[in-house]
Structure formats: C-alpha cells, structure tokens
C-alpha cells in the first residue's frame, strides 16, 4: 500500500509533492496580496474621508460574512468576464482568460486581505500617538514617519495577528481545488479516485497540511521573538 | 443586471436554507457536546488523556475542513468493516458526512475556547466555592461552567460565524445547500454576479442574525454589567 505513497513509476508521491509546492506558492503569493490589499484596506479605514471608510467596511464585512467557496466561485465563472470587459475597453478584442493559478491567487488573496485589514488597522492603532507627535515635533515629513515609526511598529504588532491569517489562508487554498488547479488537495482527489484508495490518499494530504501549518507556526514563533527582541518583558 | 432573474432565484436559493440551518444546527450542538468532553479532557489533569484530547485538537485546527469532510465522505466508505458495521446507514448519507466533519472541526476549535474560559475563570472563586463546603463537581457545575460559557461567548460568536460559512463546504459532496444551488444555477444560466450577489445576501443575514444572537445572550447573562450603567 505504501508503494502507491512511493515516487516510483506506480507511485503518487511525485504528484503529492508538486500539488504540496503548488499549494505553497498559491498561499505565499495570496498572502501577499492580502497584504497589500490589507494595508490599502487599513489606511481607507483609518482615512478621514467618509467614502473610503463605507468602502473598506463593506468590503471587510462582505468578504468576511460569505463563504469561501462562494467568493472562489464568483472569480472562478466570472473572473474572465471582468478581464475581457476592462480589456475590450482598452480597446483590446479578442478573450483573455485567466488561468488558475491566478484566479486562485486573486479569489485567496482577496479574502485574506479582509482579514488582514482588520489586523493591520488594529497594529496600526497601538502605535502610540505621541510618538508621531514627537517624530512631527522633530520635523519629519509624512512618509518619513511612516517608513521611519509607523510601519517598522505596526509590522511588530501585528505578527501574531498575520501569523493566524497565514494559517486561515493556507487552509483556505484547499477550496481552489474546485478550479481543477493542481494544488495538493486536487492531486490527492485525482490519486484518490484512480487509485480507489480514498483514505490512504487524503490522510496523506491532512499529514502534509498538518506538516505545513506546524512548519509555519515554528517560524512565525521565529519571526516574532526576531522582531520582539528589542522590547523589555516584565 | 437582470434584476428579474435575482428575483426569480431567491426562492429556489431559500429551499436550500432547510439544509443549511440544519448542517450549521446540528454542527453546533453536536459539536458542543464534542467540546464539552474535550476540554474536560484536556483539563482533567491525566497525562495520556490530555495527549489524545490535545492530538486531536491539533489534527482538526490543522487541517482544511475540505480534507476532513473528503477524508469521512469517500475515505471511510473504502473499508469493509465500517461497510459491514452498523453505522454504514449513517455513514453513507452525505448529509451525515457533513455533518460529522463539521461537529469534528467545531468541537476541535470550541474546545480550545471553552478551556481557555474554564482556565480564566478566578482561583478565589472556586477557592470561595469549596470553602463554603461544595464539593469540586458542585463547584463546577455552580460556579466554573456559568462564569467560563459567559466569557467564551464573544470567541464562539466568531466560531458560529465560521460555521455559517464552512456549511457552504457540504455543497462539495452533493449536498444541495445555499452555495450548492447557487453553483448550479451559475452553471446553468452564466448570470455569474446576480447569482453570487443573492446567494452571498441570505448569508449576510444569516450571520447577521447569529451575530445578534450571541450578542443577546450576552447581554442576557451580564446583568450586573447593566444594573451599574
């Protein structure tokens, strides 16, 4: 039986490891573009113009409150609608089409950042303001706070934070294989189904995600005592 | 936007609420009940027992939901034994699938809040509790369980929440929920925004409505936090 797990000619195992990097590479990138729209997200919500506020609410409480599946669907069946409509009115005709890995990408991404946002508004709310007062006081300009106090602290308070939405979304690349994009989860059903050996295949999977999320809260553990090594414990 | 076909959806979209209210309610209880035990095993302070309670908490916050409902749905199914056993007439719906897997996944993450909660509650309290002569179960039941099921309830408004959305999951093993007519009808009509608009609707609301609940029952079992305002 362990045969079907071996890299060999009868084996699963190759397939398991490029759907385990697939599912690696399509978490990394949309977490870093939840990032991305994280920050944007928090700058709109602590903005003071009133239309991004309803903006980057609506956006944290829809994402947030609708299934996962349901956002992937929608990229999923009417990503390339949008793409050729933007396309077409710049002047391009023909189809573009999307491929998985970036509809994946987007549809991950996307619910990521919802959380993301929450997480970076709420780093950014701890720095305490008489520190920007002070660095004002100093003379600095705006982005010479930002890139000097604001974001060196907000990145420190909000490492646990991004730590548990990393871990959300690795899990959640499991839902992109319903995009038939060979990550982990749809090589394990295609292995599942040919092999007939259903629970060997998917215990392998929840063994290799088990392994992804252990890996990475050792080095999100990592990470904070780095950037918490400045800061007197009591 | 075709306005007339949104309208026309909703009431094929809200037949498939029966089974999502049932998958999310009978989840939660069950997967109460799940936490309950495990978090009394987690505390009760045996070695081996606490190992086991804790692998599992592990294995079920560590994994995609996707791969535990795959894993129960076509996994189990392979076997002879649980083919022969008497738990095949459970074990062969989907309907029992998704909800196993999902009780299984809630009772993992609730576990944790409630022992969070139990551990939070104040070493006087149950020192006061058993000075008074209750025993330790009496002082339980009286004094640790109502304290910690107040304090966990803002944490497990947010696990009802992700309940809402993970019973969308039970659409990827036949079941005709919310998201699984949605997808149908997508397929079916490419009417891809208005669809996603209505379905992505009823599940607003629907977590709307959750969140009030906690909220209530928040207030309802903080009384002495009102009396002062």
Redesign the interface.
Same mark, same amino acid.
């Given at each position: 039986m362990l045969e079907l797990l071996s890299f060999g000619p009868n084996g699963w195992g190759g397939q398991l490891l490029t759907g385990t990097a697939m599912t690696v590479a399509v978490a990394v990138s949309a977490f870093a573009f939840g990032i991305v729209m994280g920050s944007l997200g928090a700058s709109a919500k602590l903005s003071h113009s009133l239309i991004l506020n309803a903006l980057a609410d609506v956006y944290t409480?829809?994402v947030?409150?609708? +299934? %996962?599946?349901?956002v992937i669907? *929608?990229l999923f #069946? @009417?990503g390339n @609608?949008v793409v050729s409509a933007i396309a077409s009115a710049f002047g391009y005709d023909g189809r573009v089409e999307l491929n998985a890995f970036t509809i994946g990408v987007v549809a991950v991404g996307l619910i990521s950042g919802a959380y993301s946002t929450e997480v970076i508004r709420g780093a950014v709310r701890s720095v305490p303001f008489g520190q920007i007062e002070a660095a004002r006081a100093c003379g600095m300009g705006r982005w010479l706070i930002l890139r000097r106090v604001l974001v060196p602290q907000t990145m420190r308070f909000a490492l646990p934070g991004l730590g548990n939405v990393w871990q959300l979304t690795l899990?959640? $690349? =499991? *839902?992109v294989?319903?995009t038939a994009l060979a990550e982990l989860?749809r090589a $394990?059903?295609l292995a =599942?189904g040919a092999t007939? %050996? +259903? #629970?060997l295949f998917?215990?392998a =999977? =929840?063994v290799l995600?088990?392994a992804l $999320? $252990?890996v990475s809260t050792i080095l999100f553990d990592r990470a904070e005592q780095t950037a918490n090594r400045g800061v007197r414990r009591a | 936007m075709n306005w007339q076909l949104m309208w026309d959806s909703l009431p094929r979209m809200l037949g498939g609420m029966g089974l999502t209210l049932q998958l999310i309610g009978g989840s939660l209880a069950l997967g109460a009940v799940v936490a309950f035990a495990v978090a009394l095993l987690r505390l009760s302070g045996n070695r081996p027992v606490e190992w086991i309670a804790g692998a599992y908490v592990f294995v079920f916050r560590g994994t995609p939901l996707l791969v535990q409902i795959f894993l129960i749905y076509y996994g189990l199914g392979q076997f002879e034994f649980v083919r022969d056993s008497i738990l095949w007439p459970v074990l062969r719906e989907p309907m029992w699938c998704a909800i196993l897997a999902l009780t299984l996944n809630t009772g993992a993450y609730t576990s944790e809040v409630l022992r969070g909660a139990i551990l939070s509650v104040p070493q006087g309290q149950i020192e006061a509790a058993r000075a008074c002569g209750m025993s330790r179960a009496l002082a339980f039941r009286r004094i640790v369980l109502p304290v910690a099921v107040r304090q966990m309830l803002p944490a497990y408004g947010n696990e009802v929440i992700l309940m809402v959305k993970a019973s969308s999951l039970a659409s990827t093993i036949t079941l005709m929920e919310i998201t699984g007519i949605a997808r149908r009808m997508i397929a079916q009509t490419f009417a891809v925004f208005e669809l996603f608009i209505v379905a992505g609707a009823i599940y607003l609301i629907l977590n709307f409505v959750a969140s009030r609940l906690i909220k209530y029952a928040e207030w309802r079992l903080t009384p002495y936090l009102r009396a002062r305002a």
């Open positions: 409480t829809v947030r409150g609708i +299934p %996962e599946l349901l669907y *929608l #069946f @009417g @609608g899990k959640d $690349t =499991a *839902l294989s319903v989860m $394990t059903h =599942a007939r %050996e +259903p #629970f998917y215990s =999977a =929840a995600y088990l $999320t $252990t | -």
